[in-house]
Each structure stands twice: as C-alpha cells, then as structure tokens.
C-alpha cells in the first residue's frame, strides 16, 4: 500500500495492540481457493446423486451417440428401400404405361444409381497407417500424427478417379453412391449419408478394370497419397473382385440446400 495509505490508517487507528492486523493478499487468495473447492465438490455431488459420473450409463459420450445414430439410419435406409421395392411393384403392376414408358423409367433409374448394378468390379482399400510408423526411407521426417491417418481428400482422391475410368457405379462401404452424394470426414471417420464409418475404407467401383487402373494410376493427388504409402505405410490395396452386384441406393432423393436467413 501506498504511504498516504498507512499514515492515514496510522492516525485512525493507533499504534498500540488492540491495532487489527492486515489481512495479507496471499491469505485472501488461499481462502478463495478453498472456497472454490468446496463449490465444486458440492455441485459434483448434487450433479452425481450419490452415482459415480464416470461410470454413469446415462451420460453417453459423443463418440456413442454418433453410433446409435448411425445404426439408427442404416435401419431406416434398409426399410425405406423394402418399402419402395414395395411401391414400385404396385406401380410396375397396374400403371398404365406401355413397355417402352417402363424401359426408359429403368434406365433413369439404373443412371441414378436406384436400381442394383451387375458387372465386372474393381476394390481399392484405404487404411490408416500403424501409429508406430516411422520414415521408410531417407530424406523424410518422422511422421506427425495428421500423416498416419486416411483424409477426406484421399477418399475423394479414388473416388474421383474411378468416376474418370469410366465407372458406372460405385458403392463406398456398403453405400452406393447417387450424384449427390458427399463423402465427408470428421477426424479418422468416414460420415457418408448418415451413417458413420471407421477405417479400413472400401470402394468398390463397376466398370472395365484396366480402364479403372489407368485412371488411379494417373492420378495427381493419388500419386501424391502414394508417398506417404510408401514412407509412411498408409493402407492401399486395389483387388479386381470378378462379377460383383452393388446395391441400388437407399435413402432419400430429397434435395437439401441452403436458406438465407430471414
């Protein structure tokens, strides 16, 4: 404190014993820190109920939340699809239309990816690399923890590159995949459609195989994804799988889109 200060607590309240000490700022300091404590032991107690937080069931973590939710519109998806093969039987047995109404119908259908598609197919398979991993060769660093995992623009990287050799379907997972579809990454996991995945990524695509190839192969930013393969040992495995079915899209065909505030 200033000298002004103590001359004039001096004056006021003398020099003799009954003058009360100074309460030191360390002191106050102290106190609150206790006093805090014991706020949080008693919110945590009111909060707890007499339960231990950590091992309370009812307090599900995102990560849990985000799984029951996917399982959730996987179920979904599989019954709107049983239910629309129920309605498209309906219609097919007494729409009115001539033969040639219904064959262009279907070839609408099989462009959008509704319909199943059989055919000769390719697989690549992407997986997130050991996290031990270490520089392969010399002249690398060592590995930051964003090198070892498979981004969202690697799985566009193939996917993009697939459509270009002259794929006529593609499915990633079990989810085939219609014009507006968004393969999205949140940290090390795949969210397409609604539904969460976690690594290893497969994407299967329909089409001539050497074409296929040929445009992975070409591929900028998958050359590029072959770097950290081969220095840092991220999954890549292409497989030709012979005849293979993908599965006709699902979900919904409703347009999502942006609205401006009102």
């Known amino acids: 404190m200033s000298n002004s200060a103590d001359s004039q607590g001096t004056g006021a309240m003398g020099s003799g014993p009954g003058r009360r000490p100074r309460v030191r700022p360390v002191r106050v ?19 707890a109920k007499g339960t231990d937080i950590r091992q309370d069931g009812s307090l599900l ?17 599989e019954s709107n699809a049983t239910l629309r093969g129920t309605v498209d039987s309906l219609a097919e047995s007494d729409d009115g239309s001539t033969k040639a109404q219904d064959e262009k119908i279907s070839g609408l259908e099989r462009s959008a990816g509704t319909q199943r598609l059989t055919g000769k197919a390719l697989t690549v398979t992407l997986n ?13 660093p060592e590995p930051q923890p964003d090198y070892l995992v498979i981004h969202q623009q690697d799985l566009q990287a193939v996917v993009n590159a ?3 050799g002259g794929a006529k379907g593609i499915k990633v997972m079990d989810q085939r995949l219609i014009s507006t579809s968004a393969v999205r990454c949140v940290g090390n996991t795949l969210i397409l459609q609604g539904r969460v995945y976690s690594p290893p990524y497969k994407i299967t695509a329909v089409g001539d195989p050497g074409k296929l190839q040929q445009a992975l192969a070409a591929s900028k930013a998958i050359q590029t994804y072959m770097v950290y393969v081969n220095v840092y ?3 890549w495995k292409v ?24």
């Open 29 to 47: 300091l102290t106190a609150a820190v206790f006093a805090l404590a014991g706020l949080i032991f008693f919110t945590s107690f009111n909060t």
């Open 61 to 77: 973590k995102l990560s849990d939340l985000i799984q029951q939710r996917s399982r959730k519109n996987k179920e979904l998806d």
């Open 128 to 140: 997130d690399a050991p996290p031990n991993a270490t520089a392969k060769l010399p002249g690398y």
């Open 162 to 164: 697939l459509w270009e």
């Open 233 to 235: 040992g991220l999954g």
């Open 239 to 262: 497989t030709e799988d012979g005849t293979v079915t993908l599965p006709g899209y699902s979900g919904t065909v409703d347009l999502h889109y942006a609205k401006p505030v009102e």
